[in-house]
């Protein structure tokens, strides 16, 4: 295997980080291409924990080169602060090990106010993170963004940023009554910040290209979920971007034919966070005990994270949405030793049993059904799994077609099972 895509199966925060972080370091390559600062991947490195919101899994493993391709938007300050966090834990970042698309959309300070002012005024409340991911991605679709090589030249800049600002400054002033910086400002802000990036900008198609040419190893990482998608979730409560198998290709600029293996990352139950359909949350002390025990508060906001049962109706289509080949299921840990542990095998949906939540259905009526099973209480210290546990992921495998490749059971790199083969990593 010579290319992997790791995607979140559900709505995000499905345990992404250390994956791809385990994986990387049998990769030539890592390259995120959609989303930006919104995704907050945590990776626990010998007891130390680092947050990645915009920079590859990959920058932890010094012969892997990292990518940042040009369907990401790109916050050049939140970038500038999380380069310095990881250099100060003591990982080295070159312009040999980071490359960023020249070509990739900035999240500028009126994308963040426009976002900031919409879900606090505005009448639909996404409950997005705040960080102007939607309006950056508006922007880039109404062909008024500011491109990264834009940030090089300031009279360019200038232009570019009052295009930018345009019909926004109607609706800061008349709409929302918020303050803005102007022009000026801003454009002095980002052209300092380009500076400072500027060693790590090229061409990254061109890479990737080369990188395909020479039969590197490839990882691609997701941020989110596919749940999120903005074409295949649960729209409007999605993110702004295609975070399924199709945003690859536009992405990072990659032919179809490239990727040879879709990895879903899935967490054992399942958890949202903002607003949205959900059919098998838990209101009960239940949930709340997954949430107190998986530690269910968002990486990037902070906030608490709503948690539920397995909702296979759900992961069926996110197997048939990105094509996924398997799964890695995550965070069994947080299950073993509950008193009572279900799964959702079906939705009981206008006075039918369906299995696959396809677009159509409205999540709000769908009833999950929901299956008992033999609660589980493993240590994972080394121990054979628990017939118990292994039903619950013969229940999945069955149910989706798809084998679980691997089985996560903690934060640290080491609580991992291969249950098959990753570029080379032999199973146990
Ligand atoms: P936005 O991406 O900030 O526009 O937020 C849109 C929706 O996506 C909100 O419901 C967010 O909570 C959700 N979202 C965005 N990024 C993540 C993530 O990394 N994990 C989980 N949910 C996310």
Redesign the pocket.
Known sequence: MKTLAIIGSQ???EGKGKITDLLSEKCDYVVRYQ?GN???HTIIVDGKKIVLHLIPSGILHPHCVSVIAHGVVFEPEAFQHELNRVMDSGITITSENLKISENLTIITSYNKILDAARENQGSVK??????G??PAYEDKIGRRAVKLKDLFDYDILKKKLSRNLGEKEILFKHRYAVSFPTIEEEAERLFELGKKIKPFVCDTFSVLDKAIQNGSKILYEG??GIL?DIDYGTYP????SSTSLGGIYTGAGIPESHVEEVLGITKAYTTR????PFPTELFNELGVEIQTKGNEF?A?TGRKRRCGWLDLPLLKYSVKASNLTSIALTKLDILSGLKELKVCVAYEYEGQRIDCAYPGIDLTKAKPILKNMPAFNDLFQGEPLSSELEDYIKEIELFLNIPVGIIAFGPERKEIIFRKDYFGIIKR
């Open positions: 709505w995000g925060d989303g919104n995704a907050g996404i409950g997005t993170t705040g960080k991911i939607g941020a989110q999120l409560y999605v993110t702004s966070v903002g607003e949205g968002g990037t």
